[in-house]
């Protein structure tokens, strides 16, 4: 799976929970995810951003994101 569009995705996450713009948002993939097999999508707030991760079907992170809201920072 393209890892850009996996990027795109967890910052659809961040929109989706009401945070309409970021100041900033970093993102690494860390192995790769394939068509057709399950991914878990996941979000928490930390002080002042939020931390995002891709889990592939085998329970393997595959991206991780980090997305700062721009009202802060």
């Known amino acids: 799976m393209h890892g850009p ?3 795109i995705i967890l910052a659809k996450l961040v929109a ?3 945070i309409e713009r970021l100041k900033r948002f970093d993102f690494r993939a ?3 995810l394939f068509v ?7 979000g928490k ?3 002042d ?3 995002l991760r ?4 085998s329970g393997v992170l595959a991206m991780q994101a ?3 809201t721009a009202a802060t920072a």
């Open 49 to 51: 951003r939020i931390e």
């Open 45 to 47: 707030a930390a002080d």
């Open 54 to 57: 891709a889990i592939g079907a």
């Open 16 to 18: 989706l929970n009401g």
């Open 30 to 32: 860390r192995s790769p």
């Open 5 to 7: 569009l996996v990027a």
């Open 66 to 68: 980090t997305a700062w």
């Open 36 to 42: 057709n097999q399950a991914i878990q999508f996941e």
